[in-house]
C-alpha cells in the first residue's frame, strides 16, 4: 500500500527558509485524483492545511501562507517538497504530508486525505 | 475563510456509550467534508468522508451525517481504543479549513 514519508532539518533558524520533502512509495506520485498535501499542527494545537499540489504541477495555498510558500513536485523521484521562508516561532509544528482524493468531471466527490506520513517535529530557534 | 466550529470541545463518556460530535460550517458546503481520528503522537486517520461514507477498514460504529452547514460524527459503542481527539475538514472552497478538535475523553 501507499506510504508517505516526511524528511528535513528538525531545527531551523528565524527568518530562515524551512524545507521538507515527502517521499511517497507503494504507488506512483503521477496520475489519478490524488492531490498531495502538506499539513501542520502547532504543539497542543490542532490542524491547519498548507497547500497542495497535483502531479502535473498546479498547486493551491493557504492564503494566509502564500507568500512564503512553494510546493514543488519531483515525479521522477516520486516525491514533492514544502518550502517555507522567513520563519518564525509560530512555524514551529509537526508537519505532516498526506494524499488528498477528489475527483473532478461531472460529479465531483470528495474521498478525503486517507495516506499520512507519521509527521516531522520542526522548531524554529536560534 | 470557510469556518469548521465543532460541538463540544471536549466530552467524556464510558466504554459502551454513544457520543455524537457536531461540526457546523460558517457556509455551505455541501457533502464535502471529512472526519479524522487522532492520537497523541499520532498522523491522523480518515474515518468519513463525503460526510457520511466510511473508510475502508474503519469499524461500522462509526457514522457521519449531514450536508450544507451542520454535520455529525456518532461513536456506538465506544471502545478503549476510541478514546481520542476528532477533527472535522471542509473540502469545499479553499484554504480547506479543520475544526478545533473535539478530545473524546474516559469518563
Known amino acids: 500500500q501507499v506510504q508517505l514519508q516526511e524528511s528535513g532539518p528538525g531545527l531551523v533558524k528565524p527568518s530562515q527558509t524551512l524545507s521538507l520533502t515527502c517521499t511517497v512509495s507503494?504507488?506512483?506520485?503521477?496520475?489519478?485524483?490524488?492531490?498531495w498535501s502538506w499539513i501542520r499542527q502547532p504543539p497542543g494545537k490542532g490542524l491547519e492545511w498548507i497547500g497542495y499540489?497535483?502531479?502535473?504541477?498546479?498547486?493551491e495555498y493557504n492564503p494566509s501562507l502564500k507568500s512564503r510558500i512553494t510546493i514543488s513536485i519531483d515525479t521522477s523521484k516520486n516525491r514533492f517538497s514544502l518550502q517555507l521562508s522567513s520563519v518564525t516561532a509560530a512555524d514551529t509544528a509537526v508537519y505532516y504530508c498526506?494524499?488528498?482524493?477528489?475527483?473532478?468531471?461531472?460529479?465531483?466527490?470528495?474521498?478525503?486525505?486517507?495516506?499520512w506520513g507519521q509527521g516531522t517535529t520542526v522548531t524554529v530557534s536560534s | 475563510d470557510i469556518q469548521m466550529t465543532q460541538s463540544p470541545s471536549s466530552v467524556s463518556a464510558s466504554v459502551g456509550d454513544t457520543v455524537s460530535i457536531t461540526c457546523r460550517a460558517s457556509?455551505?458546503?455541501?457533502?464535502?467534508l471529512a472526519w479524522y481520528q487522532q492520537k497523541p503522537g499520532k498522523a491522523p486517520k480518515l474515518l468519513i468522508y463525503?460526510?457520511?461514507s466510511l473508510q475502508s477498514g474503519v469499524p461500522s460504529r462509526f457514522s457521519g451525517s449531514g450536508s450544507g452547514t451542520e454535520f455529525t460524527l456518532t461513536i456506538s459503542s465506544l471502545q478503549p481504543e476510541d478514546f481520542a481527539t476528532y477533527y472535522c475538514?471542509?473540502?469545499?472552497?479553499?484554504?480547506?479549513?479543520f475544526g478545533q478538535g473535539t478530545r473524546l475523553e474516559i469518563k
Open positions: 507503494g504507488g506512483p506520485i503521477s496520475g489519478g485524483d490524488y492531490y
Open positions: 457556509q455551505g458546503i455541501s457533502s464535502w
Open positions: 475538514q471542509q473540502a469545499n472552497n479553499f484554504p480547506h479549513t
Open positions: 499540489i497535483y502531479y502535473g504541477g498546479n498547486t
Open positions: 463525503a460526510a457520511s
Open positions: 498526506a494524499r488528498d482524493v477528489k475527483e473532478g468531471g461531472l460529479r465531483p466527490a470528495y474521498y478525503g486525505m486517507d495516506v
